[in-house]
């Protein structure tokens, strides 16, 4: 697998640019729940399970990350990461999900950055491939689980992405952040029907997202740009 190789300096260039290719591309970026970010514990690692429907992804999450000052890594296909290495520099390390013995690795490591500092957050797109947002059922891979029965004790947000052209030249992206849950890992646990719960919370976020946008309901969102 390829570790995580993180940059500081690299993060803060690459932040500049990130955003002037959104502001370009994009009309506008709000975001419902962000304050979860900017309030999140040092005390408690974090995990975001994110929907996967567009490249642009990797990106949206590349911004709120930085806005909010977390200390982020992100999960990566292998092929796709070997093509962006220099995302090895804003804290990616890949995943073969097809061959069990080289996704243990990755489930081992993920969860090692956690446990070797708290403060840090993890993003998955635990859907493994991009699809659209209004695919039903989601379908996850079980290793988000799998890497939050190593960590034992952690928060986890569901974040929901929508991009829509709302009578504009340009789309619009549509960010939904659920509140943190704390999970504490027990004799209880099973990580395949907590990947069940995990894709549940997920799609009500996405029929949330869908609703706010077709009622123009965005009194709770912040406009990023």
Same mark, same amino acid.
């Given at each position: #697998?390829?570790?995580?190789?993180?940059?500081?300096?690299?993060?803060?260039?690459?932040?500049?640019?990130?955003?002037?290719?959104?502001?370009?591309?994009?009309?506008?970026?709000?975001? +419902?729940?962000?304050?979860?970010?900017?309030?999140?514990?040092?005390?408690?690692?974090?995990?975001?399970?994110?929907?996967?429907? +567009?490249?642009?992804?990797?990106?949206?999450?590349?911004?709120?990350?930085?806005?909010?000052?977390?200390?982020?890594?992100? #999960? #990566?296909?292998?092929?796709?990461?070997?093509?962006?290495?220099?995302?090895?520099?804003?804290?990616?390390?890949?995943?073969?999900?097809?061959?069990?013995?080289?996704?243990?690795?990755?489930?081992?490591?993920?969860?090692?950055?956690?446990?070797?500092?708290?403060?840090?957050?993890?993003?998955?797109?635990?859907?493994?491939?991009?699809?659209?947002?209004?695919?039903?059922?989601?379908?996850?891979?079980?290793?988000?689980?799998?890497?939050?029965?190593?960590?034992?004790?952690?928060?986890?947000?569901?974040?929901? #992405?929508?991009?829509?052209?709302?009578?504009?030249?340009?789309?619009?992206?549509?960010?939904?952040?659920?509140?943190?849950? !704390?999970?504490?890992?027990?004799?209880?646990?099973?990580?395949?029907?907590?990947?069940?719960?995990?894709?549940?919370?997920?799609?009500?976020?996405?029929?949330?997202?869908?609703?706010? !946008?077709?009622?123009?309901?965005?009194?709770?969102?912040?406009?990023?740009?």
């Amino acid at each position: #697998m390829l570790e995580a190789n993180k940059s500081v300096i690299f993060e803060k260039i690459f932040a500049v640019y990130n955003r002037n290719l959104l502001r370009r591309r994009f009309y506008s970026f709000q975001v +419902s729940g962000l304050d979860f970010l900017l309030n999140k514990s040092p005390n408690t690692p974090l995990i975001i399970y994110c929907n996967h429907s +567009s490249w642009w992804d990797g990106l949206v999450v590349c911004e709120i990350s930085y806005r909010t000052g977390l200390d982020s890594f992100i #999960m #990566m296909e292998e092929k796709r990461l070997r093509n962006l290495f220099l995302f090895r520099l804003l804290g990616a390390f890949s995943v073969v999900r097809e061959k069990p013995h080289e996704a243990l690795k990755s489930i081992f490591y993920g969860a090692e950055l956690l446990k070797h500092n708290s403060a840090r957050t993890l993003w998955i797109f635990p859907q493994g491939e991009i699809l659209p947002s209004d695919l039903r059922p989601l379908k996850f891979y079980n290793g988000v689980s799998k890497i939050i029965e190593k960590v034992g004790t952690c928060a986890t947000a569901s974040l929901s #992405m929508k991009y829509e052209f709302l009578g504009e030249f340009k789309p619009q992206i549509f960010v939904k952040i659920g509140k943190p849950e !704390i999970i504490q890992v027990d004799s209880d646990f099973h990580s395949k029907s907590f990947t069940e719960q995990l894709a549940s919370r997920l799609t009500e976020s996405l029929d949330s997202l869908k609703t706010d !946008i077709i009622k123009r309901n965005f009194a709770g969102y912040r406009t990023i740009f």
